[in-house]
């Protein structure tokens, strides 16, 4: 007799850890730590065991390990223990979505201005290049003044 900790979860639900799984892959993220992020947001269940999360997702052992430790490390995945066991609980930690969001303004800020470093320093010979990059960093400018505004606004309505 085989005894299985896979979670169970629809066909449906799986294609949506597989959409959310790929759109993490596609921030950079590596794809076993994508989808078991993305197992741990579509899960029925809020906390998922190690062999609940490596068997549903029919991943090795290694995979699962290496992916948990660095969503633990990346503060996206946190664990706790249930009284009298010795076995870790893993749960997404949502408050990190909102500050993944408010990091990745802040980097996109940074970003913002190295790219106008790279134009100020740019040859004028390259017009229709520079002119682009100028756009971009317009663009970003414009992005960094209006969203604390949304966000204030977002914040009223929670309220």
């Known amino acids: 007799m085989i005894f299985t900790m896979a979670v169970k979860v629809s066909d449906k639900k799986l294609k949506l850890v597989e959409e959310l799984g790929v759109l993490y892959e596609q921030s950079g993220m590596q794809p076993a ?21 490596y068997e549903t997702l029919k991943m090795s052992k290694s995979a699962a390990s290496n992916a948990l430790n660095f969503l633990l490390t990346t503060d996206k995945v946190e664990y706790m223990t249930q009284p009298g066991e010795r076995r870790r609980y893993f749960r997404c930690k949502l408050p990190s979505l909102k500050d993944g969001v408010q990091k990745a303004l802040a980097g996109m800020d940074a970003f913002n201005v190295l790219l106008k470093k790279v134009l100020d320093q740019r040859p004028a010979g390259t017009r229709e290049f520079n002119a682009t990059l100028e756009e971009t960093t317009q663009y970003l400018d414009f992005m960094k003044d209006e969203l604390p505004a949304l966000f204030q606004k977002w914040e009223k309505r929670r309220k």
């Open 33 to 53: 730590a994508a989808r078991i992020l993305a197992l741990l947001l579509v899960s029925d269940k809020t906390e998922l065991t190690f062999d609940e999360i």
